[in-house]
Each structure stands twice: as structure tokens, then as C-alpha cells.
């Protein structure tokens, strides 16, 4: 869907950044190797998010920071669009409604740093979560978003182990709590 309304590669990337991982917080050289994009089309992409005030910037030293405006009078609605182009939003619907006792959902690995990939990695935290039933929801929703999806269960208790081992980069999707 983000191919027919954006037609730059480099927008792309830098929407999904930003506007999937709303805690990204980042510069230049970073999303040059981060997204394999030039500085030039980074700089100039970057540039015209700032000049729209959707992406706010910070001196630090010589670095300049980039992140996202989520005081932006838009920022939810682009949030939602790149969330359903991604399709999370589906996931999300089609599994949680009858899942069993979920208390967190996460995305990992590359969507949650922002870069998108043909698989999405989630991390469900609960107990006496439906896993034959995850199994046969999650093989729906790929087949309707054309990803692959991965996932791991882990008990809320376990969670403070798992963020440990893992490489850090959780996106709450959902939480029972919100």
C-alpha cells in the first residue's frame, strides 16, 4: 500500500523508522547503514520530514538526532496507515480477540528498529495462551499480508529475561492494560 501513495524508497524507510519504533532516535550515519540508503537521499528525505515538523531534531554534539513528532496534528493518522500497511493492525485484531490470557503483544527484531522485512517477529507475553489456536490465526494473517510470520510465548515473569538476551528492541503493539 506504501508503494502506491510514496513512490521514494527513501521516505519509505524513513516512515517506517520513525513511525513504526516512535521511540527511534537516531542520525544520519546510523540510517545510513541502518536503512542502505545514501546520505544524500537520507539528508534530503530527512530535511523535508523536518521542514513538515513531522520529525524533530536535536544538536549533540556533532551529530544531529532525529525523531519522531508524536506532537504532530498528524502523527496518529500516519502511524495507522504505516501500521496497516505493514499490517499489523490485522494481527492484531484477528489474534487477541480470542487468544486466551494475553497481557502484552511486541514486535522484534527488524520492524522494530523500524526496517521492513518479509518476516515479522512477535513476542506474546501471557499465561494459558491458545498456541493451536495462534498457530491457525497466524497462517490466516500471513497469507492476508503476504509476510511470514515468527513468533515466541513467554510468561509475564519471563519478560524481564527475555528483554535481557534479546537485543533490546521491543514495539508494544498491544497492551491488556490499554
Avoid at 506532537?71 to 499490517?87: A, C, E, Q, W, Y
Avoid at 492484531?92 to 522494530?112: H, N, P, R
Wanted: glycine share 6%; aromatic share 8%.
Amino acid at each position: 500500500m506504501l508503494d502506491t501513495l510514496i513512490t521514494s524508497k527513501t521516505r519509505k524507510k524513513l516512515l517506517l523508522k520513525f513511525f513504526l519504533n516512535t521511540d527511534s532516535y537516531t542520525y544520519l550515519r546510523n540510517l545510513e547503514h541502518e536503512l542502505d540508503e545514501s546520505p544524500n537521499a537520507l539528508r534530503i528525505e530527512l530535511a523535508k520530514f523536518e521542514k513538515a515538523d513531522m520529525l524533530l531534531s536535536v544538536q549533540e554534539g556533532n551529530k544531529k538526532m532525529y525523531s519522531a513528532n508524536t506532537k504532530h496534528p498528524l502523527f496518529t493518522d500516519i502511524r495507522n496507515i504505516v501500521m496497516k500497511s505493514v499490517g499489523f493492525d490485522q494481527i492484531i485484531d484477528k489474534v487477541i480477540s480470542q487468544i486466551g490470557d494475553l497481557d502484552k503483544v511486541f514486535v522484534t527484531g527488524s520492524f522494530a528498529k523500524g526496517v521492513n522485512s518479509n518476516i515479522i517477529d512477535l513476542l506474546f507475553v501471557g499465561n494459558g495462551i491458545k498456541q493451536d489456536y495462534l498457530v491457525k490465526l497466524i497462517e490466516k494473517v500471513e497469507i492476508i499480508i503476504k509476510k511470514r510470520i515468527r513468533y515466541l510465548i513467554i510468561k509475564p515473569q519471563d519478560l524481564v529475561k527475555y528483554v535481557k538476551v534479546g537485543d533490546g528492541e521491543l514495539l508494544l503493539l498491544w497492551d491488556m492494560k490499554k
